[in-house]
């Protein structure tokens, strides 16, 4: 009999629990509700009993609440207790990994895990890109999710961009999510090693840098520089606030160190660059 193509099956309902029981239930849904997971694919599901798993194949499919899991093939591993019901602990997807939950989406995955009773994501790829508003979060090596701490942690060759407003790079940078008037937003941006930011009217390069989006004034430390065309300012710690255009190259906190250095162009400054080029010699 031709095999019928483009039909999807459903799994059976894998366990209601009591709601005294609320890390069961952590365990059974993807995003704590009461209702089942959902796991659909074109080319059938199968059962592992020996294995404890199920394997959905073919444009695969898992749903719970907001968030939905895409991929080639799912795998969900399970753990049964003494009534004999399957608690899911572990889904697995392989190849064109797609994450959705509300208004955030995470695309470019080879291969995913999530930890449901860690509320957690671990996923591969070459070319992941976590999408959030407009704001944008990509790696070519790992991206790292813990929903319920709205936590998602890039490592490779890691990007941010916010809008049109600016680009960090780094080797590991680290979002803080917010829910806001029924927004997602980056609360707070973490950047570790070789990191860069470029904006429309400079780069700045350091060690470390913390950016908070509430004040939008981004933080650097070690090995600063802070470069508009050929001239450049360097120390050890500053200031870029990207709201007024201003970067304050000052010493490290917890130094006795007041000395910073600008190297500036030939050329000099334009009066209208002024305000990039303040520089504080002393602690404010």
Not at 204 to 222: Q, R
């Amino acid at each position: 009999m031709k095999k019928i193509s483009k039909i999807y099956y459903l799994v059976i309902i894998l366990i209601f629990f009591s709601l005294k029981v609320s890390e069961s239930q952590q365990l059974t849904n993807f995003d704590n509700s009461d209702g089942p997971i959902e796991i659909f694919a074109d080319d059938g599901i199968e059962w592992h009993k020996n294995k404890s798993k199920y394997v959905a194949l073919g444009n695969a499919k898992a749903l719970s609440g907001s968030l939905s899991l895409e991929s080639d093939k799912i795998e969900a591993f399970y753990k049964e207790n003494d009534s004999s019901n399957m608690n899911i602990t572990e889904v697995r997807a392989k190849k064109n990994v797609v994450v959705q939950d509300k208004k955030m989406k995470i695309t470019g995955g080879d291969y995913a895990e999530y930890k449901i009773l860690k509320d957690y994501f671990f996923i591969n790829g070459k070319n992941i890109i976590l999408t959030s508003e407009k704001n944008i979060l990509k790696s070519n090596k790992k991206l790292e999710y813990w929903r319920s701490k709205n936590i998602a942690i890039a490592t490779g060759k890691a990007q941010a961009k916010k809008n049109n407003e600016f680009v960090v790079v780094a080797d590991k940078l680290v979002w803080y999510l917010q829910e806001k008037n029924q927004k997602t937003t980056v609360k707070k941006l973490l950047g570790f090693n070789n990191v860069s930011i470029k904006t429309n009217n400079e780069v700045a390069f350091s060690d470390k840098a913390i950016y908070n989006n509430n004040t939008e004034i981004c933080k650097l430390f070690g090995n600063v520089k802070l470069q508009r065309g050929e001239s450049f300012l360097t120390g050890e710690y500053a200031e870029v606030d990207l709201r007024r255009g201003i970067s304050k190259l000052l010493p490290a906190p917890g130094t006795k160190e007041n000395k910073v250095r600008a190297l500036i162009d030939k050329g000099g400054i334009d009066t209208d660059e002024s305000n990039w080029y303040s520089i504080y010699c002393s602690k404010q």
